[in-house]
């Protein structure tokens, strides 16, 4: 579901920025999107660390095929051995047990999460094995649809403005975040319009 504000910020930024007015016009049918319940989208993105969309999916799909349902309780009482024979590392395997033990204990409560603000949440989600602030910040933005999440370290962001803005040298921290600051308060969507300057097939979480 297209998140209320979408048209207002692609308003906003094509008004501003003349690449991300191209980039709107482009894919203008497209917007961000979810696939999941808050432990599942924090579950998928431990599973597809640093392997490939395609491979990710894949194991995924054993995952889910593995379980009753995929949620805490269920997991939670899952074994590392099951896990790894899902065709997971036994690091992830270990991270995701840790995961679902933070729901299902009640350290993690998604319902509470609207009342922080983004970085008191990424310290909330990184208190979880193998979340960090990358993680976290996809979260944010294809779960919970906050509209000024701007992830400096994505490399398909640190990319698409190499491509778009910077001549193909690579940015500096610093020089993002003054592209960055042009963007606010709605630099989840112009990221997310980067990314669609790389590939045009978004990816849901």
Not at 133 to 148: G, H, K
């Amino acid at each position: 579901m297209k998140p209320r504000y979408w048209k207002r910020a692609t308003d906003e930024l094509s008004a501003r920025d003349p690449v991300l007015k191209k980039l709107i016009a482009q894919h203008g049918g497209l917007t961000v999107g979810s696939r999941g319940d808050a432990f599942q989208t924090l579950a998928r993105a431990i599973v597809g660390q640093q392997i490939s969309v395609k491979a990710a999916q894949s194991v995924w799909e054993r995952f889910v095929a593995a379980h009753d349902a995929v949620t805490p309780a269920v997991i939670a009482a899952s074994t590392l051995e099951h896990l790894r024979g899902c065709g997971l590392s036994g690091q992830k395997s270990g991270y995701l047990l840790d995961l679902a033990a933070h729901f299902h204990d009640g350290r993690l409560q998604a319902e509470a999460w609207k009342q922080l603000g983004d970085e008191a949440l990424i310290n909330t989600l990184i208190q979880v094995k193998g979340i960090g602030r990358w993680t976290a910040e996809m979260f944010m933005i294809f779960n919970l649809a906050r509209p000024d999440v701007f992830p400096v370290g994505d490399l398909g962001l640190q990319k698409a403005i190499t491509l778009n803005y910077n001549r193909g040298r690579k940015p500096t921290p610093a020089r993002m975040q003054r592209i960055g600051a042009t963007w606010a308060p709605w630099r989840s969507v112009a990221t997310w319009y980067m990314w669609r300057s790389l590939d045009p097939i978004p990816v849901e979480y």
